[in-house]
């Protein structure tokens, strides 16, 4: 910044530079985050208790219900058999691994206690989403800063598509704080690739894949390429980090995989709902028209279902069904496939569905109005938060990978607003990073103008810097993404 003759420069910061940020000491950096989660919280209980009578419905009625039958000694069984849905006779016990098994457990808790109403349930998942705040802090602090830890914090406290999960009861409530961990354990492992961060980052995914079966792409996304990347050490010994992970991951899931594998007639891992998926996906509908890159249950009704069989055979027929109607619809598939990544990351009929949010999710379609302008927004300053990293040497592809992620299960599905929450946590994170070097540009400002050294000089704000790159032993020309 220019001068006048006889001043002393002080020029703005680049984008590559340590930017101004005061220094908290730990105790009030955790008072402030602290602060920040008990807002969010607030705002997750004022949602839930606006709207106190609300019944369980469609993916809510599962977990809720699955939770509750759980709790009763049943297992994991069906309710939307057991309760008669679907026109089934009552109590008809069906074996089910629909969803993977995270949530309907978190879900359970207050059950287990005796607490069994749907508007406790709820409440209970704010303290999930407060947990998720606490998590998404320390993301920031480790990628940049503390002031980007609690930029990022406020950001997740107060979005409305990640609180409107909650509000309605849905598993991606537990997205951001699965998602936050992961990132947290990619980046300390990015910093000291270490064993014991190898295990951190294997339980970290190991538990995520339980809530969100999705999620185990981020092995192949995140964690391979960061044990490839770690020069320093030998082949061997990055081998040896990679099935560490791998390791931990498969440990944390192996009950629940024992478990499936001895109840159902087909294999079954994580979960066994991707051939319903598939078939509810997949036919004109879907391909064409008002509905086209979305779902619809007059698709799944086309598919064969058998009731005298377990769901994974049903599973395989629905999938079958699905291939065959794919196959033969080929020439439309890539248009289908454009309309569904549209859907979820609101470039296609944006208006249209939060409409259908609103109607079969029963988002609050005020909030949902505000949710996509704030997601246009964070997308905007996430861009710039990219930037800004890379010139500091800081890995940005993890953040971006969980969004590969995203585009990966919506191309193999449908297209859904709440799809991307696992995305829109990489976007608050950069978001935030863009934000903070906006503030500290803005101070980098005002102490260059000639009315804030009219006194005499000043003294400079303590630094700290916003990326630390990996000690010494990483070579800085490779770490950037």
Known sequence: MKQDQGETDIPLPEMSDPLPSS????????????????????IRIGSVLGRPNRTPGADGFYYYHAALLLVQGKGFINPFYYLGQY??????TVQTASWPPLFVLIMAVPAVLGLKSYLIARLWLCLIGALAIVAV???????????VGLIAAFLLAIYPNIWMSTEIGLSETITPLLVALILLSAYRFWKKPELRYAIWAGAALGISMLGRDELALLA???????????????????????????????????PWVGYNLVRFHDPVFISSGLGVTLASTTCDTTYSGEFVGYWSFECALMAPHD????????????????????????????????????????FFRPFQQIQLDSVIETRPFG????????????????IGGTVVLRKRNVLTFP??????????????????????????????????????????????EEQASPDSRSDGPKVMESHETLAQVPNAQMDPGNVGS
Not at 24 to 36: C, E, M, Q, S, V
Not at 87 to 92: E, N
Not at 137 to 147: A, P, T
């Open 23 to 42: 220094r908290l000491a730990p105790t009030r950096w955790h008072l402030w985050l602290g602060g920040i989660a008990l807002l969010g919280m607030a």
């Open 87 to 92: 026109h089934q006779p009552l109590h008809t």
């Open 137 to 147: 802090g320390y993301v920031g602090k480790e990628i940049s800063n503390q002031r």
């Open 220 to 254: 192949v996304f995140i964690f391979l390429p960061l044990c490839l990347m770690a020069k320093p050490l030998a082949w061997l010994k990055r081998l040896g980090l990679l099935c560490a992970i791998a390791g931990t991951s498969l440990v944390i899931i192996s």
């Open 307 to 346: 009731t005298s069989v377990d769901e994974t055979v049903n599973g395989s027929r629905d999938q079958a069904y699905a291939w065959s109607y794919i196959s033969s619809h080929l020439s439309e598939l890539p248009l289908v496939e454009l309309d569904r990544l549209g859907r979820t990351f609101g």
């Open 367 to 382: 909030w949902a109005r505000v949710g996509l302008v704030g997601y246009y927004a964070l997308l905007a300053l996430a």
């Open 399 to 444: 953040l971006w990978a969980v969004g590969l992620d995203v585009v990966i299960s919506t191309m193999l599905t449908f297209g859904d607003t709440r799809f991307r929450t696992s995305f829109e946590v990489s976007l608050v994170l950069l978001a935030a990073v863009s934000i903070d070097w906006f503030v500290a540009k803005r101070r980098h």
